[in-house]
């Protein structure tokens, strides 16, 4: 039997039609195929869920008790499997305290440098750290920014305490907080605070030695007074805005302002460890240099004996630029990243791994990427193979599929008409396949003959932020344009930045946003699960409530999810099928009642095309139906829960919200994430539809067809990060394959060709 590959027979999981597939070890394999027709349900909840399995069976009973049991995926056997390593894209939530330099490590590596080589030398490396007491700035505790309060935020002037003088929920006229003041006997409660003599306005902001009797059930109590600023900011300044409700939080917002740290300028760190350089530079000033840069200036210090600390903290550097992220700067916090970003981040930290006999498995690793970062792309996933290891990627994008060794290609179509093997073979072969990808990679993009005129022109001035160079830009109204250039040139921070400031109103499509609970699903979240459950009702003479997943007829043990959640401290939870409901999330006393045959697990089971032909009676569900499959989503089931839905997959969803309205200003971020080459058209028909009712339509997008189906192009560039942020090129897409300075150009004429 070989042993140079993984053999996977009888996968069942999801729509998978029990197949039988190989993928060849110590080589590049790329899953691709239509949306929905398989590939995460084979490589993520397959492949990659049996490999986790089986890691944690090899632990003795007592530790395997402590881990996190993963349910059996539906297959027969797996023979060969290497342990798995799942490079998503799952944003990196990190507090306030993770960079892009502690992630990766590679800031550790920068504190081991400064440690040895930095002059004057200071000590142990953990005094570079502004996430140790050593090492961080006394008065921001390592944050790099202080909260101070906006007075005029928090009072009005104008006002009396009477008249609701302090604008902050909490101190409400009448409630406990605002009596304090009220009754303190201090103030006149009429009188605007803008008439208080300077004593009262002291007194009233920050305190006076007095005792205020406050009425409790046994009577008065003395209470100590505490001036209004000390009170505030002991109580509210420490929060985490994120996890105040949203009244708080607006009022937060208004009255908190953040600032740099006046003692450490923003670095986070102590005066011991900013006052250590290495080249006349302080690591702060390193971590604020851009990756690439850094990497420059670190092959090219004396460090002495610190050399290999040296070498290793540039290679790592490398990697970054490797990988497209050569423009980030180590001291960027985590939070401020794309889900692109994030995945490349994580792979960089793989990339400095010695580990071999891996088996690396990447989601859409092409998601952000300029087909020139693309390429780039490709030989790091080839450098991550020929180190030893495995690489399987889900992927879309054709120059990722070129370089590929081994290719399976999923189909024919999605949901049940899919879950098949239509092709396997090197890449070559595909290409000529007659599968829905050998077709939509012999297909060439054909830029617009006749683009739309616009109707007008929404006109950005002088935009700077970030790395934009004052640019002006014209952004044509009542028509569809792109904005391209390479990965951190400066698209987000335009299209988001500026763009609603010249066009209010703006409805901004991306992939985050939908607000996802364990137990929404496309039923609940589209409504349609409302006139389902009426319907049951009606035909079975009982009430609604019992055909609602969180009501009286949902399966006790799961609580009416179908599946049960183990919470982790530091990993993210493990999901198994409930024992109890065998996942219908029902009791059985409510999966006795029928609506045609079905119950209303059955239901929730069907697919959105399944279910336009079981409800051909409900206009409101039909047309909510209809426009889910009209934004490639009708392979989904209605009661799929919503944080199962890939980024791109909830961005349709979001467009299928919007369908219907007309008149509006909408940006996407991306939408062709997610879809396969042959489900782009179909993208590109409903974006038209937009136009053709008379909307604006932006998209920040690299695929090559949309860009030369659009009306106009707005190219940044040249490069990115501070090599970015100008405007390359505007106008038509038929003007930009002349374009001689353009990224996009090139790559555009070699498309075409
Ligand atoms: P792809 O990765 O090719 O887009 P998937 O493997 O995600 O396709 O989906 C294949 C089919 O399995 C689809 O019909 C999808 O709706 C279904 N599916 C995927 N995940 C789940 C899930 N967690 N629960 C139920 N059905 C699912
Ligand atoms: P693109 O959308 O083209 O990938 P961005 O607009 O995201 O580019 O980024 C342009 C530049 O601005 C990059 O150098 C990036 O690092 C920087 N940048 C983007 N967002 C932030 C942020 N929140 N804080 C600091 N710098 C940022
Ligand atoms: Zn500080
Ligand atoms: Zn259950």
Known sequence: ??????????????????????????????????????????????????????????????????????????????????????????????????????????????????????????????????????????????????????????????????????????????????????????????????????????????????????????????????????????????????????????????????????????????????????????????????????????????????APVAEALATQLEHMVG??????????????????????????????????????????????????????????????????????????????????????????????AGGRVVYEGDAAGLAAAPTATGRALRDRPVPKAAPRTPAGWARIRGADRHNLRAVDVDIPTGVLTAVTGVAGSGKSTLVHGYLPLVCPGTTVIDQRGIRVSRRSSLATYTGILDVIRRLFARENGVSTSLFTPNGEGACPACEGLGVVYTDLAFMDPIVSTCEVCGGTRFTDDVLRYRLDGRTVADVLDLSVRRALDAFPRSGAVNSVLVRLDEVGLGYLALGQTLNTLSGGERQRLKLADELGGDGGVYVFDEPTTGLHMSDVADLLALLDRLVDGGSTVVVVEHDLDVVSRADWIVDLGPGPGRHGGGVVFQGTPADLLAEPASETARHMRRAVR
Not at 125 to 138: K, T, V, Y
Not at 324 to 333: A, E, I, K, S, V
């Open 323 to 416: 990988i497209g992220l050569g423009y980030l700067t180590l001291d960027r916090p985590t939070s401020t990243l794309s889900g692109g970003e994030s995945q490349r981040v994580k792979t960089v930290r793989h990339l400095g791994s010695s580990l071999t006999g891996m088996l690396y498995i990447l989601d859409e690793p092409s998601v952000g990427l300029h087909p020139h970062d693309v390429s780039r792309l490709t030989r790091l996933l080839c450098r991550l193979r020929d180190k030893g290891n495995t690489v399987l990627v889900v992927e879309h994008d054709p120059d990722v599929i070129a370089v590929a060794d081994h290719v399976v290609d999923m189909g024919p179509g999605a949901g049940e």
């Open 1 to 306: 039997m070989a042993h140079d590959r993984i053999r996977i027979s009888g996968a069942r999981e999801h729509n998978l039609a029990d197949i039988a597939v190989e993928i060849p070890k110590d080589r590049l394999t790329v899953v691709t195929g239509v949306s929905g027709s398989g590939k995460s349900s084979l490589v993520f909840d397959t492949v990659a869920a049996e490999s986790q399995r089986q890691l944690n069976e090899t632990f003795t009973t007592f530790a395997r008790n402590r881990l996190p049991r993963y349910g059996q995926p539906d297959v027969d056997t797996i023979e060969n499997l290497a342990p798995a390593i799942i490079v998503d894209q799952r944003r990196l939530r990190g507090d306030a305290r993770s960079t892009v330099g502690t992630i990766t490590d590679i800031y550790s590596l920068m504190r081991l440098l400064w440690s040895r080589a930095g002059r004057p030398r200071i000590g142990s490396s953990n005094l570079f750290s502004f996430n140790d007491p050593q090492g961080m700035c006394p008065r921001c505790a390592g944050l790099g920014a202080v909260r101070t309060v906006d007075v005029d935020g928090l009072v009005d002037r104008s006002r009396s305490l009477n008249e609701g003088a302090i604008r902050f929920p909490t101190f409400h006229v009448g409630g406990w907080m605002w009596r304090t003041y009220a009754d303190s006997g201090l103030f006149d409660n009429d009188k605007p605070l803008a008439d208080y003599t300077p004593a009262e306005w002291e007194a009233f902001l920050h305190g006076a030695a007095a005792t205020v009797h406050l009425p409790s059930r046994g009577g008065p109590v003395p209470t100590a007074y505490e001036g209004l600023l000390p009170r505030f900011e002991r109580i509210w300044l420490p929060k985490d805005p994120e996890t105040l409700k949203p009244k708080a939080r607006e009022a937060f917002d208004r009255v908190v302002t953040e600032t740099a740290c006046p003692d450490c300028e923003g670095t986070r760190l102590s005066a011991a460890a900013l006052s250590s350089r290495i080249d006349g530079r302080t690591i702060a000033e390193g971590a604020a240099m851009e990756a690439g840069e850094l990497a420059a200036a670190v092959r090219g210090m004396d460090v002495g004996d610190a």
